[in-house]
């Protein structure tokens, strides 16, 4: 299952999505995130959904990779589903026994829920599918720019949530081989009680942290050969620059939050 988690990863393309500028994607994500809370109702969740179908058809990415990422976090929907479908009262009861009850209500709460989650997880996994992490750290910081008058190491800022995001496939691979090596040593990773598996998860801990501290060392002493000194007197190969592609790209996404906000007013 490990090897389905794709957050993180970057897919080299040519397509719309691809040639966006990385500063309009960043704030169109921060619209979409809105744009699915706000959705209270069938028609407006149905929108969302119009826009992360859209989008991901124009980014021309295999839809299993979208799957995949949601592939890890199944369970969890399922049992979020569940309690809120046993526990959360209003409108109609449906079913009674004892003290499940299912009413309409936890019904429509369980599916909104759910499809919100893998909106949410499949539209913004589309940033960084779309996005190098070069590109990301210099939309982040062009954005927060007008922090550096107060004094806020807004380059630091942004080249660590992208360092911290780029390891995330890193480090997924390095629990892979861990738990292979373990495996391979005779441990019983996934097989025993609950209160052993909780006990093998510390041979594979340890030496994913031992692992991780030593590819920070290596990574800080590989920017310290090459001079790295913050964003001070830092200069960019690629500048970016906004054409009219990303502008209507903004509005078409304001538009669908805009008509989110239409039918909840409307509904």
Known sequence: MLKDITIGQFFPGTSLIHRLDPRFKLIITLIFLIMLFVGDSPIGLVIGAVFTFLSIALSKIKPKLFFKSIKPILPFLIITALLNLFFITGGDVLFKWRFITITTGGIKTSVFMIARIILLI??????????????????????????????????????????????????????????SAQKARGAEISTGSLAARARNIVSILVPLFISSFRRAEELATAMECRCYNGGEGRTRLRQLKSSMCDYIALAVTLLFLAAVIIVNIIF
């Open 122 to 179: 499949s539209g913004s996994s589309l940033l960084t599918y779309t996005t190098s992490p070069i590109a990301l750290t210099d939309a982040i910081e062009r954005l927060l720019s007008p922090l550096k008058k107060l004094k806020f190491p807004v380059h630091e800022l942004a080249m660590m949530m992208t360092i911290a995001l780029r390891f995330i496939p890193t480090l997924i691979e390095e629990t892979d081989k861990i738990i």
